[in-house]
DNA sequence: GTCTATAACGTGATAGAC
DNA sequence: GTCTATCACGTTATAGAC
Protein backbone atom coordinates (compact mmCIF):
# COMPACT_ATOMS: atom_id res chain seq x y z
CA UNK A 1 0.00 0.00 0.00
CA UNK A 2 1.08 3.35 -0.62
CA UNK A 3 2.90 5.52 2.14
CA UNK A 4 1.46 9.17 2.82
CA UNK A 5 2.72 11.53 1.14
CA UNK A 6 4.73 13.93 3.16
CA UNK A 7 3.79 17.40 2.96
CA UNK A 8 4.66 20.83 4.62
CA UNK A 9 3.08 21.80 7.68
CA UNK A 10 -1.03 23.10 7.06
CA UNK A 11 -0.32 22.63 3.13
CA UNK A 12 -3.40 19.81 2.89
CA UNK A 13 -5.62 22.42 4.77
CA UNK A 14 -4.50 25.01 2.06
CA UNK A 15 -5.20 22.66 -0.39
CA UNK A 16 -8.59 21.13 0.41
CA UNK A 17 -10.15 24.99 1.39
CA UNK A 18 -9.03 25.82 -2.46
CA UNK A 19 -10.27 22.91 -3.98
CA UNK A 20 -13.68 23.51 -2.27
CA UNK A 21 -13.96 27.09 -2.67
CA UNK A 22 -13.94 26.45 -6.34
CA UNK A 23 -16.69 23.92 -6.38
CA UNK A 24 -18.33 25.49 -3.91
CA UNK A 25 -18.62 28.62 -6.43
CA UNK A 26 -18.92 26.11 -9.34
CA UNK A 27 -21.88 23.42 -7.92
CA UNK A 28 -23.26 24.44 -4.83
CA UNK A 29 -22.93 23.18 -1.32
CA UNK A 30 -24.65 20.01 -1.75
CA UNK A 31 -22.81 19.74 -5.55
CA UNK A 32 -19.48 18.54 -4.02
CA UNK A 33 -18.50 15.83 -1.32
CA UNK A 34 -15.66 15.09 0.82
CA UNK A 35 -14.77 11.98 -1.04
CA UNK A 36 -14.68 13.78 -4.22
CA UNK A 37 -12.35 16.25 -2.67
CA UNK A 38 -10.19 13.04 -1.14
CA UNK A 39 -9.82 11.98 -4.41
CA UNK A 40 -8.71 14.90 -6.12
CA UNK A 41 -6.15 15.41 -3.65
CA UNK A 42 -5.71 11.64 -3.53
CA UNK A 43 -5.89 11.55 -0.07
CA UNK A 44 -7.79 9.37 1.71
CA UNK A 45 -11.27 10.99 2.93
CA UNK A 46 -11.39 10.82 6.51
CA UNK A 47 -8.06 13.16 6.51
CA UNK A 48 -10.31 15.94 5.20
CA UNK A 49 -12.29 14.88 8.27
CA UNK A 50 -9.08 15.34 10.31
CA UNK A 51 -9.00 18.80 8.93
CA UNK A 52 -12.60 20.41 8.91
CA UNK A 53 -14.42 17.60 11.37
CA UNK A 54 -17.64 17.90 9.73
CA UNK A 55 -19.02 20.10 6.30
CA UNK A 56 -20.55 23.01 7.61
CA UNK A 57 -16.85 23.63 9.43
CA UNK A 58 -15.17 23.46 6.13
CA UNK A 59 -17.60 25.62 4.25
CA UNK A 60 -17.55 28.07 7.03
CA UNK A 61 -13.74 28.22 6.61
CA UNK A 62 -13.99 28.88 3.10
CA UNK A 63 -16.19 31.74 3.62
CA UNK A 64 -13.96 33.37 6.05
CA UNK A 65 -11.08 32.94 3.62
CA UNK A 66 -13.34 34.83 1.03
CA UNK A 67 -13.46 37.87 3.85
CA UNK A 68 -10.02 37.37 4.64
CA UNK A 69 -9.15 38.06 0.88
CA UNK A 70 -11.89 40.87 0.43
CA UNK A 71 -9.65 42.48 3.30
CA UNK A 72 -6.49 41.98 1.63
CA UNK A 73 -7.84 43.57 -1.67
CA UNK A 74 -9.13 46.40 0.20
CA UNK A 75 -6.10 47.19 2.05
CA UNK A 76 -4.66 46.90 -1.58
CA UNK A 77 -6.61 49.20 -2.56
CA UNK A 78 -6.53 51.70 -0.41
CA UNK A 79 -3.00 52.26 -1.42
CA UNK A 80 -3.48 53.29 -5.02
CA UNK A 81 -5.67 56.22 -4.51
CA UNK A 82 -7.78 55.96 -7.38
CA UNK A 83 -11.01 57.95 -7.88
CA UNK A 84 -14.32 55.93 -6.63
CA UNK A 85 -15.65 55.23 -10.51
CA UNK A 86 -12.06 53.29 -10.89
CA UNK A 87 -11.96 51.51 -7.99
CA UNK A 88 -15.94 50.18 -8.31
CA UNK A 89 -14.55 49.36 -11.85
CA UNK A 90 -12.20 47.29 -10.11
CA UNK A 91 -14.97 45.66 -7.85
CA UNK A 92 -16.59 44.17 -10.80
CA UNK A 93 -13.29 43.35 -12.14
CA UNK A 94 -12.78 40.88 -9.22
CA UNK A 95 -16.02 39.84 -9.87
CA UNK A 96 -14.83 38.90 -13.25
CA UNK A 97 -12.39 36.80 -12.10
CA UNK A 98 -14.71 34.69 -11.02
CA UNK A 99 -15.44 34.43 -15.15
CA UNK A 100 -12.32 32.27 -16.02
CA UNK A 101 -12.56 29.17 -14.17
CA UNK A 102 -16.78 29.17 -14.47
CA UNK A 103 -17.74 30.32 -11.00
CA UNK A 104 -20.15 32.33 -9.16
CA UNK A 105 -20.26 35.13 -6.57
CA UNK A 106 -19.46 33.15 -2.81
CA UNK A 107 -23.01 35.02 -1.73
CA UNK A 108 -24.96 34.11 -4.96
CA UNK A 109 -24.62 30.31 -3.18
CA UNK A 110 -25.17 30.89 0.22
CA UNK A 111 -28.76 33.03 -1.47
CA UNK A 112 -29.93 30.15 -3.47
CA UNK A 113 -28.93 27.40 -1.06
CA UNK A 114 -29.74 29.66 2.04
CA UNK A 115 -32.66 27.08 3.57
CA UNK A 116 -30.64 24.17 2.93
CA UNK A 117 -27.07 25.60 4.24
CA UNK A 118 -25.74 24.80 7.76
CA UNK A 119 -26.22 27.83 10.15
CA UNK A 120 -21.98 28.46 10.22
CA UNK A 121 -22.03 28.70 6.85
CA UNK A 122 -25.14 31.36 6.85
CA UNK A 123 -23.42 33.43 9.39
CA UNK A 124 -20.45 33.98 7.43
CA UNK A 125 -22.23 34.51 4.29
CA UNK A 126 -24.10 37.36 5.86
CA UNK A 127 -20.96 38.56 7.12
CA UNK A 128 -19.28 38.92 3.89
CA UNK A 129 -22.31 40.51 2.35
CA UNK A 130 -21.72 43.03 5.09
CA UNK A 131 -18.26 43.77 4.20
CA UNK A 132 -18.83 44.49 0.52
CA UNK A 133 -21.81 46.51 1.09
CA UNK A 134 -19.60 48.60 3.42
CA UNK A 135 -17.12 48.90 1.08
CA UNK A 136 -18.98 49.54 -2.20
CA UNK A 137 -21.45 52.25 0.01
CA UNK A 138 -18.12 54.18 1.19
CA UNK A 139 -16.53 54.36 -2.20
CA UNK A 140 -20.23 55.81 -3.88
CA UNK A 141 -20.52 58.37 -0.72
CA UNK A 142 -17.76 59.52 -0.96
CA UNK A 143 -17.24 59.90 -4.83
CA UNK A 144 -20.72 61.47 -4.77
CA UNK A 145 -19.41 64.41 -2.32
CA UNK A 146 -16.31 64.76 -4.61
CA UNK A 147 -18.07 64.99 -7.92
CA UNK A 148 -16.75 62.05 -9.60
CA UNK A 149 -20.10 60.10 -9.33
CA UNK A 150 -23.75 61.40 -9.96
CA UNK A 151 -26.58 58.78 -8.46
CA UNK A 152 -30.29 59.44 -7.48
CA UNK A 153 -31.00 57.86 -3.86
CA UNK A 154 -29.01 56.67 -0.94
CA UNK A 155 -25.64 54.87 -1.43
CA UNK A 156 -26.37 52.20 0.47
CA UNK A 157 -29.19 51.72 -2.33
CA UNK A 158 -26.90 51.73 -4.90
CA UNK A 159 -24.45 49.61 -3.50
CA UNK A 160 -26.84 46.92 -3.36
CA UNK A 161 -27.54 47.17 -6.81
CA UNK A 162 -24.08 46.91 -7.53
CA UNK A 163 -23.37 43.84 -5.31
CA UNK A 164 -26.69 41.85 -6.92
CA UNK A 165 -26.43 42.92 -10.27
CA UNK A 166 -22.77 41.87 -10.42
CA UNK A 167 -23.99 38.82 -7.92
CA UNK A 168 -26.50 37.78 -10.51
CA UNK A 169 -24.67 38.32 -14.09
CA UNK A 170 -21.97 35.82 -12.81
CA UNK A 171 -24.93 33.39 -12.75
CA UNK A 172 -26.45 34.02 -16.12
CA UNK A 173 -23.01 34.09 -17.84
CA UNK A 174 -23.00 30.69 -17.29
CA UNK A 175 -26.40 30.20 -18.74
CA UNK A 176 -25.36 32.39 -22.20
CA UNK A 177 -21.89 33.57 -21.94
CA UNK A 178 -19.56 35.96 -20.71
CA UNK A 179 -20.96 38.71 -22.47
CA UNK A 180 -23.69 39.20 -20.56
CA UNK A 181 -21.26 39.98 -17.31
CA UNK A 182 -19.64 42.61 -19.83
CA UNK A 183 -23.05 43.94 -20.78
CA UNK A 184 -23.68 44.45 -16.96
CA UNK A 185 -20.56 46.37 -15.70
CA UNK A 186 -21.06 48.23 -19.05
CA UNK A 187 -24.66 48.99 -17.47
CA UNK A 188 -23.57 49.57 -14.18
CA UNK A 189 -20.92 52.09 -14.85
CA UNK A 190 -22.52 54.13 -17.47
CA UNK A 191 -25.36 54.71 -14.70
CA UNK A 192 -22.85 55.95 -12.36
CA UNK A 193 -20.92 58.20 -15.20
CA UNK A 194 -23.75 59.65 -15.88
CA UNK A 195 -24.17 63.69 -14.98
CA UNK A 196 -27.36 64.44 -12.91
CA UNK A 197 -29.86 66.55 -14.60
CA UNK A 198 -29.47 70.24 -13.82
CA UNK A 199 -32.96 71.49 -13.58
CA UNK B 1 -38.39 17.34 -22.84
CA UNK B 2 -39.06 14.24 -22.34
CA UNK B 3 -43.10 15.05 -21.63
CA UNK B 4 -45.08 15.28 -24.85
CA UNK B 5 -47.59 18.84 -24.26
CA UNK B 6 -50.51 16.64 -23.16
CA UNK B 7 -50.43 16.83 -19.66
CA UNK B 8 -51.98 14.25 -17.67
CA UNK B 9 -55.08 15.74 -15.55
CA UNK B 10 -53.47 13.79 -12.75
CA UNK B 11 -53.79 15.92 -9.06
CA UNK B 12 -50.68 13.93 -7.71
CA UNK B 13 -48.68 14.79 -10.50
CA UNK B 14 -49.51 19.11 -10.03
CA UNK B 15 -48.68 18.67 -6.34
CA UNK B 16 -45.50 17.40 -6.75
CA UNK B 17 -44.64 20.25 -9.49
CA UNK B 18 -45.62 22.37 -7.17
CA UNK B 19 -43.77 21.60 -4.14
CA UNK B 20 -41.22 20.95 -6.00
CA UNK B 21 -40.62 24.11 -7.63
CA UNK B 22 -40.87 25.64 -4.35
CA UNK B 23 -37.89 23.96 -2.66
CA UNK B 24 -35.88 24.57 -6.24
CA UNK B 25 -36.42 28.56 -5.43
CA UNK B 26 -35.94 27.44 -1.55
CA UNK B 27 -33.02 24.90 -1.13
CA UNK B 28 -31.38 24.12 -4.95
CA UNK B 29 -31.57 21.29 -7.07
CA UNK B 30 -29.76 19.33 -4.38
CA UNK B 31 -31.46 20.69 -1.71
CA UNK B 32 -34.45 18.09 -1.83
CA UNK B 33 -35.48 14.39 -2.04
CA UNK B 34 -38.39 12.46 -3.95
CA UNK B 35 -38.55 10.97 -0.40
CA UNK B 36 -38.93 14.22 0.64
CA UNK B 37 -41.42 15.20 -1.58
CA UNK B 38 -43.33 11.83 -0.98
CA UNK B 39 -43.15 12.36 2.93
CA UNK B 40 -44.83 15.37 2.13
CA UNK B 41 -47.58 14.88 -0.25
CA UNK B 42 -48.10 11.72 2.15
CA UNK B 43 -47.40 9.23 -0.84
CA UNK B 44 -44.71 7.10 -1.81
CA UNK B 45 -41.40 7.78 -2.80
CA UNK B 46 -42.15 5.38 -5.99
CA UNK B 47 -45.38 7.09 -6.90
CA UNK B 48 -43.12 10.19 -7.83
CA UNK B 49 -41.18 8.08 -10.03
CA UNK B 50 -43.94 7.23 -11.97
CA UNK B 51 -44.83 10.76 -12.74
CA UNK B 52 -41.44 11.89 -13.03
CA UNK B 53 -39.07 8.47 -14.17
CA UNK B 54 -36.01 10.38 -12.67
CA UNK B 55 -34.81 13.89 -10.67
CA UNK B 56 -33.80 15.87 -13.90
CA UNK B 57 -37.20 14.93 -15.90
CA UNK B 58 -38.79 16.58 -12.74
CA UNK B 59 -36.76 19.64 -12.63
CA UNK B 60 -37.24 19.89 -16.28
CA UNK B 61 -40.53 19.95 -16.32
CA UNK B 62 -40.65 22.63 -13.61
CA UNK B 63 -38.60 25.17 -15.48
CA UNK B 64 -41.04 24.39 -18.21
CA UNK B 65 -43.69 25.57 -15.93
CA UNK B 66 -41.81 28.36 -15.53
CA UNK B 67 -41.86 29.00 -18.86
CA UNK B 68 -45.61 28.51 -19.37
CA UNK B 69 -46.11 30.79 -16.37
CA UNK B 70 -44.37 33.66 -17.61
CA UNK B 71 -45.67 33.23 -21.23
CA UNK B 72 -49.15 33.74 -19.56
CA UNK B 73 -48.09 36.67 -17.49
CA UNK B 74 -46.37 38.66 -20.57
CA UNK B 75 -50.22 38.40 -22.21
CA UNK B 76 -52.38 39.22 -19.28
CA UNK B 77 -49.67 42.63 -19.09
CA UNK B 78 -49.81 42.79 -23.32
CA UNK B 79 -53.59 43.69 -22.71
CA UNK B 80 -52.80 46.40 -20.44
CA UNK B 81 -51.40 48.64 -22.49
CA UNK B 82 -49.40 50.24 -19.88
CA UNK B 83 -46.31 52.63 -20.43
CA UNK B 84 -42.91 50.95 -20.18
CA UNK B 85 -41.51 52.06 -17.03
CA UNK B 86 -44.90 50.66 -15.60
CA UNK B 87 -44.37 47.31 -17.20
CA UNK B 88 -40.83 46.87 -15.99
CA UNK B 89 -41.92 47.64 -12.49
CA UNK B 90 -44.72 45.30 -12.53
CA UNK B 91 -41.66 42.41 -13.81
CA UNK B 92 -40.00 43.91 -10.71
CA UNK B 93 -43.31 42.79 -8.77
CA UNK B 94 -43.46 39.36 -10.23
CA UNK B 95 -39.65 38.84 -8.76
CA UNK B 96 -40.69 40.29 -5.86
CA UNK B 97 -43.40 37.36 -5.33
CA UNK B 98 -40.31 35.23 -4.64
CA UNK B 99 -39.60 37.22 -1.21
CA UNK B 100 -43.24 36.14 0.17
CA UNK B 101 -41.98 32.48 0.64
CA UNK B 102 -38.15 32.86 0.74
CA UNK B 103 -37.66 32.18 -2.71
CA UNK B 104 -35.03 33.19 -5.14
CA UNK B 105 -35.63 33.18 -8.94
CA UNK B 106 -35.26 30.16 -10.83
CA UNK B 107 -32.60 31.24 -12.81
CA UNK B 108 -30.29 31.91 -10.16
CA UNK B 109 -30.14 28.00 -8.76
CA UNK B 110 -29.73 27.41 -12.16
CA UNK B 111 -26.74 29.74 -12.31
CA UNK B 112 -25.30 29.02 -9.39
CA UNK B 113 -26.00 24.70 -9.81
CA UNK B 114 -24.56 24.89 -12.91
CA UNK B 115 -21.86 22.43 -13.17
CA UNK B 116 -23.92 19.89 -11.09
CA UNK B 117 -27.28 20.47 -12.50
CA UNK B 118 -28.56 17.63 -15.27
CA UNK B 119 -28.41 18.91 -18.80
CA UNK B 120 -32.02 18.75 -19.49
CA UNK B 121 -32.51 21.49 -16.73
CA UNK B 122 -30.02 23.70 -17.98
CA UNK B 123 -31.34 23.74 -21.47
CA UNK B 124 -35.04 24.55 -19.96
CA UNK B 125 -32.92 27.58 -17.41
CA UNK B 126 -31.47 29.20 -20.61
CA UNK B 127 -34.55 29.12 -22.49
CA UNK B 128 -36.20 31.00 -19.66
CA UNK B 129 -33.63 33.32 -19.81
CA UNK B 130 -33.89 34.14 -23.63
CA UNK B 131 -37.86 34.64 -22.77
CA UNK B 132 -37.12 37.19 -19.97
CA UNK B 133 -34.19 38.81 -21.83
CA UNK B 134 -36.15 39.10 -25.26
CA UNK B 135 -39.47 40.63 -23.29
CA UNK B 136 -37.18 43.19 -21.14
CA UNK B 137 -35.70 44.63 -23.78
CA UNK B 138 -38.14 45.20 -26.09
CA UNK B 139 -40.12 47.27 -23.54
CA UNK B 140 -36.94 49.23 -23.02
CA UNK B 141 -36.30 49.53 -26.57
CA UNK B 142 -39.91 50.86 -27.28
CA UNK B 143 -39.85 52.61 -23.92
CA UNK B 144 -36.97 54.72 -25.32
CA UNK B 145 -37.93 55.12 -28.45
CA UNK B 146 -41.10 56.72 -27.43
CA UNK B 147 -38.94 59.20 -25.00
CA UNK B 148 -40.64 56.98 -21.71
CA UNK B 149 -37.36 55.93 -20.56
CA UNK B 150 -33.49 57.18 -20.85
CA UNK B 151 -30.68 55.09 -20.34
CA UNK B 152 -27.25 54.61 -21.78
CA UNK B 153 -26.34 51.81 -24.66
CA UNK B 154 -27.80 48.97 -25.91
CA UNK B 155 -31.63 47.77 -24.89
CA UNK B 156 -30.20 44.54 -24.37
CA UNK B 157 -27.58 45.92 -22.03
CA UNK B 158 -30.02 47.32 -19.69
CA UNK B 159 -32.36 43.89 -19.94
CA UNK B 160 -29.72 42.10 -18.45
CA UNK B 161 -28.82 44.56 -15.96
CA UNK B 162 -31.91 44.70 -14.63
CA UNK B 163 -32.55 40.82 -14.57
CA UNK B 164 -29.35 40.55 -13.08
CA UNK B 165 -29.87 43.15 -10.44
CA UNK B 166 -33.41 41.33 -9.80
CA UNK B 167 -31.76 37.54 -9.46
CA UNK B 168 -29.41 39.09 -7.41
CA UNK B 169 -31.16 41.23 -5.07
CA UNK B 170 -33.43 38.27 -4.24
CA UNK B 171 -30.45 36.24 -2.75
CA UNK B 172 -29.01 39.13 -1.02
CA UNK B 173 -32.58 39.49 0.55
CA UNK B 174 -31.85 36.18 2.45
CA UNK B 175 -29.18 37.05 3.52
CA UNK B 176 -30.00 40.47 4.78
CA UNK B 177 -33.34 41.30 4.57
CA UNK B 178 -36.14 42.42 2.30
CA UNK B 179 -35.36 45.66 2.21
CA UNK B 180 -32.55 44.77 -0.07
CA UNK B 181 -34.84 43.75 -3.19
CA UNK B 182 -36.60 47.08 -2.74
CA UNK B 183 -33.70 49.05 -2.55
CA UNK B 184 -32.72 47.45 -5.61
CA UNK B 185 -35.97 47.79 -7.36
CA UNK B 186 -36.24 51.14 -6.48
CA UNK B 187 -32.53 52.16 -7.83
CA UNK B 188 -33.28 50.57 -10.98
CA UNK B 189 -36.27 52.20 -11.40
CA UNK B 190 -34.57 55.52 -10.42
CA UNK B 191 -31.92 54.87 -12.85
CA UNK B 192 -34.79 54.60 -15.96
CA UNK B 193 -36.35 56.93 -15.00
CA UNK B 194 -33.18 59.49 -15.60
CA UNK B 195 -33.51 61.89 -18.34
CA UNK B 196 -30.46 62.05 -20.05
CA UNK B 197 -28.55 65.06 -19.94
CA UNK B 198 -29.36 67.82 -22.57
CA UNK B 199 -25.42 68.67 -23.72
C1' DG C 1 -1.05 14.04 9.95
C1' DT C 2 -2.57 10.40 7.56
C1' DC C 3 -4.10 5.87 7.33
C1' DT C 4 -7.72 1.49 7.44
C1' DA C 5 -12.05 0.12 8.32
C1' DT C 6 -16.61 0.66 9.05
C1' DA C 7 -20.88 2.42 10.77
C1' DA C 8 -25.33 4.57 9.83
C1' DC C 9 -27.95 6.71 6.81
C1' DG C 10 -30.14 8.89 2.69
C1' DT C 11 -30.24 8.83 -2.11
C1' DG C 12 -31.96 7.86 -6.85
C1' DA C 13 -33.95 4.25 -8.99
C1' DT C 14 -36.38 -0.43 -10.33
C1' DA C 15 -39.57 -4.56 -10.30
C1' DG C 16 -43.76 -6.17 -9.81
C1' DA C 17 -48.29 -6.66 -7.01
C1' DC C 18 -52.87 -4.58 -6.68
C1' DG D 1 -52.01 5.43 -10.18
C1' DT D 2 -50.29 3.98 -6.17
C1' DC D 3 -48.46 0.54 -3.44
C1' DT D 4 -44.59 -2.82 -1.12
C1' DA D 5 -40.17 -4.20 -1.28
C1' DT D 6 -35.71 -3.81 -2.48
C1' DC D 7 -31.27 -2.38 -4.62
C1' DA D 8 -26.74 -0.38 -5.27
C1' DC D 9 -24.53 3.49 -4.26
C1' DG D 10 -22.68 7.71 -2.22
C1' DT D 11 -22.73 10.36 1.78
C1' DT D 12 -21.24 12.16 6.34
C1' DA D 13 -18.92 10.80 10.11
C1' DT D 14 -16.25 8.02 13.80
C1' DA D 15 -12.74 4.83 16.06
C1' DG D 16 -8.45 3.56 16.43
C1' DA D 17 -3.85 2.02 14.26
C1' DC D 18 0.65 3.88 12.70
Redesign the pocket.
Known amino acids: ?2 Q ?4 P ?5 RRILRLAAEWLQQRGY ?1 G ?5 I ?1 EAL ?6 V ?3 F ?4 DLVAAVFAGYREDFAWWCEQQAKSREGALAQIGHFLDLEARNLDDERVCPLGVAGVEYASLPAEACAEAEALRDDLAAWLSRRLETGRERGELAFDGAAMDQAQLIMAAAQGALQLARLHGQADFRAVRRALLTGLRHPTVQA
Do not use: C, D, L, V
Not at 4 to 7: A, G, L, Q, T
Open positions: MAPKKRRGETRHFSFGQAEIQSSAHYHPAKP
